[in-house]
Every structure is written in C-alpha cells, then in structure tokens.
C-alpha cells in the first residue's frame, strides 16, 4: 500500500538548521508531484512548498521563501525539505503528500500524506 514517512524532526534554535525527509513507496514516486505542508498547534495545515515530478519546477509559500529548499531523488523514492534560518513560527508539524496536479497548494490536490514529523524551533 502507499506509505509516505518522514523523518528528520526535531528541536533546534532559532537560526539553526532541518533537514526533513520522505520515504515513498507503494505507488509510482517519479509520476507524482510532491509537498511539504504543516500545522502548528490551533492553527489550520499550511502549504509550505511543492515540486514536479522531474523536480524541474518548485514553489514555496512567501513565509518560507528564501529560507527552505524542497527537493528530490527519484532513484530514492525521497522528497526532501531543507529548512534554513528557522524562527520560532516555524514550529510545526510536517507532513509531505502527493498530488497528480502540478505544482499543487491547496490540500484538496493531494492524494497521500504522511503521518508527519514535529520541528521545534526555540527562540
């Protein structure tokens, strides 16, 4: 069956460095677009970015931007997310999902997700 697991969480702080992974399996890894979203205590899940099948094309929300760098191996079967300069608001849960859509932000767009890692950024 699909399975998407994500490691790499953890505590860091503000300033500091994360480098999550996501483990695919169970469907066709190279034909999907793939995202990174989280949520963070009482709040709702946010995209955070998103790549091509091929990795040819990326998009990241403007909170991010500049900061996180989504990419992937598709010999893996791995997406990856590299967060730099994390702040305090970064804290969250991490989720990746898979979408047949493009470049896809809206939640509804996606297809699997996983069951997520938690980032804590102290300040």
């Known amino acids: 069956q699909v399975q998407l697991v994500e490691s790499g969480g953890g505590l860091v702080q503000a300033g500091g460095s994360l480098r999550l992974s996501c483990a695919a399996s169970g469907f066709t890894f190279s034909s999907w677009s793939m995202g990174w979203f989280r949520q963070a205590p009482g709040k709702e899940r946010e995209f955070v970015a998103a790549i091509t099948w091929n990795g040819g094309s990326t998009i990241y929300a403007d909170p991010v931007k500049g900061r996180f760098t989504i990419s992937r191996d598709n010999a893996k079967n791995t997406v990856y997310l590299q967060m730099n300069s994390l702040k305090p608001e970064d804290t969250a849960v991490y989720r990746c999902?898979?979408?047949?859509?493009?470049?896809?932000?809206?939640?509804?767009?996606?297809?699997?997700w996983g069951q997520g890692t938690q980032v804590t950024v102290s300040s």
């Open positions: 999902a898979a979408s047949r859509n493009l470049l896809a932000r809206l939640l509804s767009e996606y297809n699997y």
